[in-house]
């Protein structure tokens, strides 16, 4: 065997994976075809099963030292369009508060951790971080996983370096797919996506802007919703933002100004800001 272990995918579960793989002195590769980690903002909370393996790996307090603020709350907003009215606010408790509740409800019934808003963009590179700290982990951003062969005594992993082309093989004895919703793993051992789905169509703007006299008019909250169609969603309280609009029935996504279409969701009609 080169290696016992090898993770493919280098996302939110194959890093933590890995994390827990050599937090038990298991040596492990890692594989992810991106030469980075993700660069947009991604999966913007993460709940409290979640952090509570994060905090069993002693990680926890780091995670959120690099989340959105632990005083912020986790609120959802109705707004017409955010410079005109709130319609109503959805209340959900901040990290302080909900810990409070959990030490005073200590009967089972609370998570032991609340939950965090953080976004995916965030933790990925501290976990990249903590790993490369670690001499049993090896790290390889920019190979992807071109399939595998089980011969009921290891695994067999091919692996190409995306930039160039290089192909290599690597001998596992356990292969570990973390690579997503359009797992290469998961289509050669034969599980298939299974049952119906009703699909909107969205087009979503990432940005940044400081102008938090217009985002947060109504205070901090994580979601504004609009019956206009649109939700922005608040990844960092502070300059980073997601926007997700509905499309209408046959709209071209190609003919598309994002940013204009930003500016009509959030009722600014300029582009002074």
């Keep these: 065997m080169d290696v016992p272990v090898i993770v493919a995918g280098g996302g939110p579960v194959g890093l933590t994976t890995a994390f ?7 040596r492990t590769l890692l594989l992810e075809r991106n030469p980075s980690t993700t660069r947009h903002p991604k999966m913007d909370v993460t709940n409290g099963r979640s952090m509570e393996l994060f905090r069993r790996m002693g990680i926890a307090e780091k995670i959120r030292d690099v989340a959105v603020p ?9 707004v017409t369009r955010l410079n005109e009215w709130e319609l109503a606010r959805f209340r959900y ?31 990925e590179p501290l976990l990249r971080g903590l790993l490369e700290e670690s ?3 090896e790290m390889r951003f920019g190979w992807a996983v071109e399939g595998f062969d089980d011969d009921g005594e290891g695994v067999t ?24 919703g359009g797992s290469i793993i998961r289509e050669k051992l034969g599980y298939a996506w299974d049952g119906q789905y009703n699909v909107a169509r969205f087009f979503m703007v990432h940005f940044r802007s400081e102008a938090r006299d217009l985002l947060q008019r109504f205070g901090i909250a994580w979601h504004y919703q609009s019956p206009a169609g649109s939700t922005l969603i608040a990844q960092d309280d502070a300059e980073i933002w997601t926007l997700h609009c509905m499309l209408p029935e046959g709209a ?3 003919a598309i100004d994002p940013r204009q279409l930003a500016f009509d969701a959030l009722g600014r009609n300029s582009r002074s800001r």
């Design 157 to 180: 992993v091919h692996l190409r370096e995306v930039a160039t082309g290089r192909t290599e093989r690597q001998r596992c004895a356990l292969l570990a797919g973390c690579d997503g």
């Design 70 to 78: 632990r005083g912020n709350p986790m609120d959802v907003s109705w």
């Design 252 to 254: 071209d996504a190609a």
């Design 93 to 123: 408790p901040d990290v302080e508060s909900w810990r409070e509740e959990i030490r005073a409800n200590n009967d089972g019934s609370q998570p032991l951790e609340p939950y965090m808003r953080l976004s995916q963009v965030v933790l």
């Design 20 to 26: 827990e793989l050599q937090s038990r002195g298991v």
């Design 135 to 137: 001499p049993l982990v």
